[in-house]
């Protein structure tokens, strides 16, 4: 097991372990490794050839492209966006023996995949990756680690997803059932409370529970965004 990966891993877990505001500790290394990325594309890395040929060849999706923008560097996205589009336009000329598989064939299968692309994406996914993989072998060798599991808010649907997923290919057949039952366990709970919320929410616009108490419905629909879609990308304007 890397430290480089245990330290993050158990600082984010015990984030949301005594301060539940913080939400889905996956979500909250995936905004961390967000922001790492970001401060250094637009900083250090940018004028590195080796990191420069990564960005021409796969650009950035929009979510990435806005956030950068709001970082107020224009500059370096001018920079960045030039040597991009040269190499765009290279791609997608269509001269030489591109043009013997068909006109305009190789242009858009150029395109098509750029449309899956983003040079930020696939830094963070690597390292999430060595995250999810750290967190399940901390379940397997560290106790501690299985409390401060069982003592989390909840784990927003898509990282439960990743982290059951990770599970079954790095445990024993018979460690993961018992994984399973303890990760599902701190969703399951928080998925019971929030339908309640949810449902308490929408009765509260019924005049006949007017006069009822708001209980912990107030912010239900939020919440329930963050717990179906994760609670990602903090720092895009809304």
């Not at 224009?74 to 269509?94: N, P, Y």
């Not at 901390?138 to 898509?158: N, V």
């Not at 990282?159 to 399951?188: I, Q």
Request: aromatic share 12%; glycine share 6%.
């Amino acid at each position: 097991m890397e430290k480089i990966y245990t330290i993050p891993v158990n600082e984010a877990f015990e984030a949301s372990r005594d301060d539940h505001a913080c939400g889905c500790p996956f979500c909250t290394l995936y905004n961390r490794l967000e922001e790492n990325e970001l401060e250094l594309i637009l900083g250090a890395s940018m004028m590195e050839p080796d990191v420069r040929i990564k960005t021409n060849e796969q650009g950035f999706c929009r979510t990435h492209y806005d956030m950068m923008f709001t970082r107020k560097n224009r500059l370096g996205m001018a920079l960045m966006l030039e040597s991009h589009l040269d190499k765009l336009r290279e791609d997608t000329d269509g001269k030489g023996l591109a043009a013997l598989k068909g006109v305009g064939v190789e242009a858009m299968n150029r395109l098509s995949k750029l449309e899956d692309s983003c040079y930020v994406c696939g830094r963070i996914e690597f390292s999430l990756s060595k995250m999810f993989e750290t967190a399940v072998l901390l379940w397997e060798q560290d106790s501690s680690f299985r409390e401060k599991l069982r003592a989390q808010p909840y784990i927003c649907l898509p990282h439960y997803r990743m982290f059951v997923e990770y599970g079954r290919k790095e445990l024993s057949k018979k460690l993961f059932g018992d994984f399973y039952k303890e990760v599902s366990a701190v969703v399951n709970t928080y998925f019971d409370e929030l339908r309640g919320d949810v449902s308490w929410f929408c009765k509260k616009f019924d005049y006949r529970y007017d006069a009822e108490p708001w209980g912990n419905a107030k912010d239900a629909v939020e919440r329930a965004i963050k717990f179906t879609s994760g609670d990602m990308h903090k720092g895009v304007e809304k």
